[in-house]
């Protein structure tokens, strides 16, 4: 069993600046890719940042130069690190990692339940 947990979200107001954590945990083999995507009303699900296993980083345009994505040696922690929110960050933001279970022969996609961030004066 493998768990996805993220945590961080809230309200702020334009200008300041929020870090969401994503913390894996259960039985784990290996860890791969590590993302964060994001989801506003009525719009599509989105990527945001991603990092791989071999420790190369992308950025969707719309946060390059404001959001950093990091995690611990261990991989068992993300972090995104947001500065400088405007409105049109305002969305549900989700973890997600592909891990391979102990004991599995393959590698799956897991998700959190998301957290909701919201940038407003």
């Known amino acids: 069993q493998v768990q996805v947990v993220e945590s961080g979200g809230g309200l702020v107001q334009p200008g300041e600046s929020l870090r969401l954590s994503c913390v894996v945990s259960g039985s784990i083999f290996s860890i791969g890719t590590m993302a964060w995507h994001r989801q506003a009303p009525g719009k599509q699900r989105e990527l945001v940042a991603q990092?791989?296993?071999?420790?190369?980083?992308a950025y969707s345009d719309s946060v390059k130069g404001r959001f950093t994505i990091s995690g611990t040696d261990a991989k068992t922690t993300m972090y995104l690190h947001m500065n400088n929110l405007k409105p049109e960050d305002t969305a549900v933001y989700y973890c997600?990692?592909?891990?391979?279970?102990?004991?599995?022969?393959?590698?799956?996609?897991?998700w959190g339940q998301g957290t909701q961030v919201t940038v407003s004066s």
């Open positions: 990092m791989t296993s071999g420790g190369n980083i």
């Open positions: 997600n990692v592909a891990v391979r279970p102990t004991a599995a022969p393959v590698t799956y996609s897991y």
